[in-house]
């Protein structure tokens, strides 16, 4: 979302503090900055004076810099994404919706006044935001001072930007505990499963509808997706019970809701949570699939079935069916004709993982297969959106299964060094591995002697010679090994 919001100014500024927290150097010369960032010198002042702005906002880091170089300290209480979060505010295009929102937005000149900018230099910076509202399906008239479209997509908007930018420390719509805690009782009480950020989630979502209801703002009408999608944890008819309750009514609507009203809150309340593969037993929903979903999950099930060479257990189905009809009744809910909107903030980061390409792979030809030709469909299955929480939900489940790497540890200083190296390369590991005998066909053979009896024994296992008190940099090559490793036997066949 940032593209929409960022010039190269914010970008550089966030690159500057990801490339410093990343290396963590106790300093930093001038010319190291200017080449990892590829700016001027002139830039690379810029770029000190702002993060001196940013530490008064936000002491939680220490900085110092001059013409020759600088360092930064961040202390345990720093947070990347929080720096991030104080410079999206700061943008012109966040400040021009949050006006709209708040309904104080009088004209483009008082606005332009209050960002302290020429009218001219305004209009350029909110081309970007004219482009996402358009994603959205939705549109903005300066004339009108409000944003045009479904009113259930201006929602879903605002919920998305404002959650984009969640911050418990200094929200955007403030929280109020007695409202808070009667949402949170009535959540645990009917939807157990759901967990606290959920219930963060879905109480931005009645804020937001409480203001909108509150300056005029009704849903009328929904789109079939939307109208007909049914909870397996609560049926409609409880749901419309407890959100109509006296407590939930008195603290955020005042009012009765219309039955459109509650409708679009029941998919709300159905579509953004999450479900994880460890929920307890699912019950039964699979009765208000349409053709179409049932497509997309067999061919899930098939694909994943032949990759894992066994048939997937009935938790595993349930976990992927109930994600996927939510997942794909969003992508289908919002958007517009070009644009599949992101299910969840995680499709704007990058995570270095070696298995990542050879799931990737696995999704392409799961999509390769995909029966569903009309355009509709294909839009959503070729977008990244859906690979994105494909590769999320596939992972859950691959990851469960995954084999783990056999090791043999041998050394001559004997048993007790041997079982401390084990313990260690054990906590290492986030993935699993078993510590076997040598002679129980390990996949790797960690040695401090040179080894014969061992390569005669196990000719396809790797050999991999140690330290007697390995570096940390040798310790990180020992897992990256057995990672590469881990990856040749799971997805060999990929290779």
Same mark, same amino acid.
């Given at each position: 979302m940032r593209e929409y919001f960022f010039?190269? +100014?914010?970008?550089?500024?966030? !690159?500057? @503090? $990801?490339?410093?927290?990343?290396?963590?150097?106790?300093?930093?010369?001038?010319?190291?900055? $200017?080449?990892?960032?590829? *700016? %001027?010198?002139? /830039?690379?002042?810029?770029?000190?004076n702002s993060v001196e702005e940013i530490k008064l906002k936000y002491p939680t880091f220490q900085f110092q810099y001059d013409k020759h170089g600088l360092s930064i300290h961040f202390s345990k209480e720093f947070l990347l994404l929080k720096v991030y979060i104080l410079l999206f505010k700061e943008t012109v295009g966040f400040k021009f919706l949050l006006s709209i929102y708040n309904e104080n937005f009088q004209n483009l000149d008082r606005f332009a006044e209050s960002v302290h900018l020429h009218q001219q230099s305004v209009l350029p910076k909110l081309k970007p935001i004219r482009m996402l509202l358009k994603e959205y399906s939705l549109e903005y008239l300066l004339f009108k001072k409000?944003? %045009?479209? &479904?009113?259930? /997509?201006?929602?879903? @908007? @605002?919920? =998305?930007?404002?959650?984009?930018?969640? &911050?418990?420390? &200094?929200? *955007?719509?403030?929280?109020?505990?007695? %409202?808070?805690q009667a949402l949170a009782t009535m959540i645990h009480e009917c939807l157990p499963m759901h967990s606290h950020e959920d219930i963060r989630k879905l109480y931005l979502f009645m804020k937001i509808t409480q203001h909108r209801l509150k300056n005029g703002y009704m849903i009328t009408e929904l789109p079939e997706v939307i109208a007909k999608v049914r909870n397996p944890l609560i049926s409609y008819e409880v749901f419309k019970q407890q959100i109509q309750g006296k407590e939930i009514t008195n603290l955020f609507f005042?009012?009765?809701?219309?039955?459109?009203?509650?409708?679009?809150?029941?998919?709300v309340f159905t579509v953004v949570p999450t479900y994880t593969c460890f929920e307890e037993k699912l019950p039964p929903f699979r009765d208000f699939y349409n053709k179409e979903y049932n497509k997309i999950e067999q061919t899930i099930f098939h694909q994943l079935s032949q990759h894992? +060479?066994?048939?997937?257990?009935? !938790?595993?189905? #349930?976990?992927?069916?109930?994600?996927?009809?939510? /997942? =794909? =009744?969003?992508?289908?809910?919002?958007?517009?004709?070009?644009?599949?909107?992101?299910?969840? #903030?995680l499709e704007y980061f990058d995570f270095n993982d070696p298995t990542r390409n050879h799931y990737h792979k696995i999704i392409d030809e799961i999509i390769a297969q995909m029966p569903l030709k009309e355009e509709k469909w294909q839009r959503i299955i070729t977008s990244q959106s859906f690979r994105s929480s494909l590769f999320q939900l596939l992972s859950c489940v691959l990851e469960i299964h995954h084999e783990p790497v056999k090791v043999a540890i041998l050394s001559k200083f004997g048993k007790i060094h041997k079982t401390e190296l084990s313990s260690y390369l054990i906590k290492l590991n986030p993935r699993p591995i078993e510590i076997v005998a040598y002679d129980q066909s390990p996949d790797i053979i960690f040695c401090d002697f040179p080894l014969k009896e061992g390569r005669i024994l196990n000719p396809q296992a790797e050999i991999f010679f140690i330290s007697v008190k390995p570096t940390p940099s040798q310790w990180l090559e020992i897992v990256n090994f057995i990672d590469a490793v881990r990856t040749k036997k799971q997805f060999g066949y990929l290779l």
């Open positions: 010039n190269y +100014k914010e970008k550089e500024i966030i !690159q500057f @503090f $990801q490339y410093c927290y990343i290396n963590k150097k106790e300093y930093y010369p001038k010319k190291s900055i $200017q080449e990892a960032l590829n *700016i %001027s010198e002139y /830039r690379y002042k810029a770029i000190g409000k944003i %045009s479209g &479904d009113e259930y /997509r201006t929602r879903h @908007f @605002f919920f =998305t930007l404002f959650w984009h930018l969640h &911050d418990e420390e &200094d929200p *955007i719509i403030p929280e109020y505990p007695e %409202s808070f005042k009012k009765n809701l219309n039955e459109v009203e509650i409708n679009y809150l029941y998919y894992m +060479k066994r048939k997937l257990t009935t !938790q595993e189905e #349930d976990f992927l069916s109930v994600n996927i009809i939510y /997942r =794909t =009744t969003y992508f289908l809910s919002y958007g517009s004709d070009e644009f599949v909107p992101p299910y969840s #903030d």
